[in-house]
């Protein structure tokens, strides 16, 4: 409304020279903005470009629903790698969500102002520890305790669960506890009054009331665990087959890209700029579905 | 199960959750601390590494994990900003504000090995850049943008409305307002959000392993490759070579990124009454 009372009213009372330089920063910023939307546009036509032989020199069906990854043999199907990111994600989801989702009601509903100015800022330092140090804790420290009581090398989708479940908590937790606090005080003192205990009242009231919130953070979530690399990298295993079992080493999608890409070349360099493609298609659909979740809860 | 009984039961699962996260964090920093400090001394920081095993100290590579995220931070800043500044003062809500900010959202959910590709793809090898710093600092400005671009709009919305209604009440034009205005009272934030992308920019490796790559020597140009410190971690603790020397970059990377995390808190909470 007032942008364009301002703009008439300024076309009355400033310069013509005043009013050429308001309208070549506001373009100027037009384009700063728009960075963001080419950026979107370069990732899909590079790495696009860069995959898109991938039809011709392996073809898509031998491409994405191939069983066999045996690099030195010139066969690339991702069937497997695919696989094992799903199952990789889908675990440390498990593991992370419970926690996250708990750690957010503790912080919006149970914490004295004190306690949480200890629990928040750590939650938000966990988010903070780069990927590379999670991945080198999960070497050193967890793939021995994994190693013992499994009696494999500790090297699995159990090993990288673990850490991908912690890695994921900060982003979960803080955009569900977003979600709790927004949700209006009448309707917590609303059920308070009719003689609730708290743990009623979240179950019952602020859970349901936060719902989609918490379902906007758990996608995010997930788009955070599928896309994790170095971590996952350097506890996974990354043996490109069918995983035997969550104690034995697998492979992930990124983690594959980024030990290849190293020597890779010809139609294997091809190959895993169709799997960063495949990764970033997926990374925006998740961002979509985000919005749409959303805009359900909003209506 | 009494309702009270269930009430308590489940308040200990929320302590425990809660508790668990913390108990985490202190373990994870507490292990990086207590086994690098061991490594940490003054010739650790200060000498060049030597050898196969890279024996000896870390000083390029502290140098160039700051060189490349002050690179990356340069471009950044004024083109987030700026386009922060558009979003919430300039644009009018619509199609193309919609289509920036899922932009932005897409961006910022990038899997950085992904990001690291497209790097390599357009800045390494279409631009004819080579592995360089500057092709890094490209990379990493496109992981460091929707972050920084999401705090500024979110400092600029807390400015308050009667700020900007003082400025054009005086004659100020758009641009004097948001530029004396509205910027100088958002800078704090607009601070904060930029010290937290730095901390992520420098602890990344993904991004950085195929555009920067791995030379172990002082890169003197932004045309030159140069080891950082998540990769130099990375190279060790995959080959498993000079443990101590691993544990060392470690809590070298950790003093810098929580260090980052901690100025950018300090500034927050100071400024919040403002």
Redesign the interface.
Known sequence: MS?TQ?SAN?MR??SRS?LA??TA??T???L??????L??A??FL??G??AWPVFSEVGIGNFALGRVWDASNEVYGILPLIVGSVIVTLGALALGT??AV??A???SE??SPRVRS??R??????A??????????G???LRPIVAEFSGGTGFGAFTAWVILG?MI?PTI?ALSEDALRSVPDGIREASYAMGA????T??KVLLPAAKIGIIDATI?GM??A?????AVL?VVGNAPVFPEGIFSPMPTL?AQ??LN??YASGTHRVA??GM?AI??MF??A???A??WVSRLGGE | MGRRAANNLALAVLWIAAGTTVVILFSIIGYVVINGIQSLSWGFITTWPQGVNAEGGIAPIIVNTLYVTGLAMLFTTPIAVLAAVYLTEYAVQGKMVDTIRFAADSLASVPSIVMGLFGFALFVEALGWGFSMLAGAAALTFLMLPIVMRATEEAIRSVPRYIRWGSYGMGATKWQTVSRAVLPAAAPRIITGIILAMGRAAGETAVVLYTVTQAIDLAKTPMQSGRVMPVHLYLLAMEGINLPAAYGTALVLMILILGLNMIARWISKRYRKV
Request: with cysteine; glycine share 8%; hydrophobic share 65%.
């Open positions: 942008d301002q300024k009372l400033v005043t330089k308001e920063l506001a100027l910023f037009f700063c903005a728009f960075v963001a939307v950026g979107v370069l990732i590079f790495v470009w860069r419970p926690l708990g750690t009601v503790f912080l149970i914490a200890v629990v800022p750590a939650v938000e330092l966990l903070g520890i780069p990927s590379v140090v999670y991945g080198f804790f070497i050193v420290v912690i908590v937790a205990t708290t743990w009623q979240i179950y995010l788009g955070r599928i896309g994790e690399t170095m350097m990124t890209i980024a890409m190293g895993l700029f960063a990764l970033f990374s925006m998740l961002v979509a985000v919005r």
